[in-house]
């Protein structure tokens, strides 16, 4: 038994031997074939660091040493990860995550990522510092520009930290009418000449910038992913491939659609490329549009083509929509807006960047000239230099005792205390000093002077009211705002009062949100989308959950709100619920009188 015991023992320990030098042995030069086994050519970029294998690697890397790849032209930052996710071995997100960034997987973002200064110290600042890869290889500089440096400089912080938190908020990003989702996107053609020339595909930066839709270099309409999405594949490690892009709805586009969103592409790359080197001052912004804004009307022609991508489906559609847009855009600033409200604006008044760039700079220097002058300060130092003292009149400290019972008279009545130094010809201090000495005067003449104030801006106000009956309240205070201040803190009530009993007041009415409406025209989206889809051939067996979001990539979110949409939620449920053989008939095109009844109709 002990012979045994021995010998098992003994084969253990060659085994583990052996293992120690296969495992590395096959993580290498298995990586190594797979990524350069087409790569032979001498033009094509290197794909991993040489000096990676045989050299020790990161803790994190379960002392087994894995090769690094290199930045390729054009990535982004998730991609360059997901290759070293690919390259690594790993067969689980979780890893990786725990490895590049000691995070959990779930903290995984393509758009935006988070924990950079962990990624940074853990990676030794191979692939570079978190500041140089937030500010070249993510998407954050788009916001920069119309974001003020302060915030921009607090959102850098927030994602070297482990959690993104508010931050898409805070830009703007979830009020703006866009949706904070940014989709990974992809060019076909791109991706085969990838393959051909690297060998491997990855995501270029180029194509995830907001209001990017066709490709820079080809001019083809941009893929979405199906993956990474918060309804499918959402935390995960993704290289771009024709199985996991969405189909287009739209097969072709005319040449003057094609100019449009290829204006809109570019623009939103130089804007991009401006980064944190320019930041627009708001008041500024607002001021160039209302100097070059036209009619409405032409704003809702020009965004036309654009409602029928995503994330555009909310521009206006109508005249009243597109006046209120406009107006946003053209008022005082009370904010900073999405990027891309920007840009259509700049699109439409100026065409391109470096456009709105000189008008801008040439609107705020109108802007600082006046201040300028009125700043100089050698004007105020040579008038003062000039100006020889001057001796006021001398007047007496010590009151006599008629002049005194006068001077207590008419403080009593309430009279100011200049006018009292005018009338007396005493010191304001003189004045102080009786009312010190009394407190019984100084409480009387403190009423009367409140009762004074009181009724001289009650008379004001009312005669504001009489004389602009037709305006409202922020109106009437902009034409006396010291009254209305005065009002507010001393006598609020009686203010309140007034202002409800104010004829033809413009009261701002909340912005009710009218559920009923958004709910019919989301399921007729969804309507529309599946007879497009379903025309062009049959999309598989059965409509799942993940491809129906796909074809409307608003719904998953607005299906969120729980206790709205009730109409499309039904509608959706039954469309779930569809046995496969109706399904199928209908994407042969045999059941088209029944899809109004099972898929389109009232639910």
Not at 16 to 38: D, E, Q, Y
Not at 320 to 329: D, G, I, P
Not at 495 to 509: D, F, I, P, S, T
Request: glycine share 6%.
């Amino acid at each position: 038994m002990r012979g045994l015991f021995a010998g098992f023992c003994l084969v253990c320990g060659q085994l583990f031997k052996l293992s120690t030098f296969l495992i590395p042995f096959c993580r290498n030069h298995l990586c190594f074939i797979f990524l350069f086994n087409r790569n032979r050519a001498s033009r094509r970029p290197k794909l991993i660091d040489p000096e990676s294998f045989g050299r020790p690697a990161m803790a994190t890397f379960l002392t087994l040493p894995a090769p690094r790849v290199l930045w390729l032209p054009g990535e982004s930052f998730f991609s360059l990860c997901s290759r070293q996710h690919v390259c690594s071995g790993n067969l689980s997100p979780k890893i990786t995550s725990e490895s590049l960034f000691g995070l959990w997987h779930r903290s995984i973002k393509h758009d935006l990522p988070c924990g950079m200064r962990a990624f940074e110290e853990r990676t030794g600042g191979f692939w570079g510092g978190a500041d140089s890869i937030l500010t070249e290889r993510t998407i954050l500089p788009l916001f920069a520009p119309f974001q003020s440096e302060i915030t921009m400089l607090s959102a850098i912080e927030t994602l070297k930290g482990n959690q993104l938190g508010a931050l898409k908020y805070r830009l703007g990003l979830v009020t703006g009418g866009f949706g904070a989702e940014h989709p990974l996107k992809g060019c076909p053609e791109c991706l085969d000449e990838d393959m051909s020339i690297t060998g491997v595909p990855y995501w270029h930066l180029a194509h995830q910038y907001p209001g990017v839709l066709l490709c820079p270099v080809h001019g083809s309409l941009l893929r979405e992913c199906t993956h990474n999405r918060h309804w499918c594949g959402r935390f995960s490690w993704n290289l771009p491939s024709r199985e996991i892009f969405r189909a287009p709805l739209i097969a072709e586009l005319g040449e003057g659609d094609r100019a449009l969103l290829r204006t809109l592409g570019q623009a939103a790359v130089d804007l991009a490329a401006l980064g944190f080197k320019k930041w627009f001052e708001p008041s500024v912004v607002s001021r160039t549009y209302r100097q070059h804004v036209n009619r409405a009307a032409l704003f809702k022609d020009h965004v036309a083509t654009l409602r029928r991508f995503h994330p555009f489906e909310g521009l206006p559609s109508s005249n009243q929509e597109a006046e209120v847009f406009v107006a946003q855009m053209t008022r005082k600033p009370r904010g900073h807006c999405h990027p891309l409200k920007h840009l259509l604006m700049i699109t439409w008044l100026f065409e391109n960047v470096q456009s709105f760039s000189e008008h801008y700079r040439r609107t705020a220097s109108s802007m600082q000239l006046p201040r300028l002058v009125a700043a100089n300060p050698c004007a105020s130092v040579e008038e003062t230099s000039i100006s020889p003292p001057s001796i006021g009149t001398l007047r007496p400290k010590k009151l006599i005792a008629h002049i005194r019972s006068q001077l207590i008279e008419q403080l009593a009545q309430g009279l100011s205390k200049p006018a009292i130094c005018a009338t007396f010809s005493v010191t304001i201090s003189t004045v102080n000093k009786l009312l010190r000495a009394q407190p019984e005067l100084k409480a009387a003449w403190e009423k009367a002077r409140f009762d004074t104030q009181l009724e001289s801006c009650r008379h004001v106000w009312n005669t504001l009211r009489s004389v602009h009956s037709d305006k409202g309240t922020k109106a009437l205070r902009a034409c006396s705002p010291a009254t209305y201040a005065w009002l507010y803190r001393n006598d609020r009530h009686w203010l309140k009062a007034h202002v409800a009993m104010q004829k033809g007041v413009r009261v701002r009415e909340t912005a009710l949100v009218d559920w009923d409406e958004r709910d019919l025209r989301l399921r007729e989206l969804v309507e529309a989308n599946l007879r497009q889809a379903y025309a062009a051939g049959a999309q598989g067996s059965r409509l799942s959950r993940s491809s129906l979001f796909a074809l409307v990539p608003t719904l998953a979110s607005c299906l969120e709100k729980y206790g709205r949409y009730s109409r499309t939620r039904a509608y959706v449920s039954a469309l779930l619920d569809v046995k496969p053989r109706v399904q199928s008939e209908i994407e042969k095109g045999e059941a088209h009188q029944s899809m109004p009844q099972l898929y389109l109709g009232q639910v």
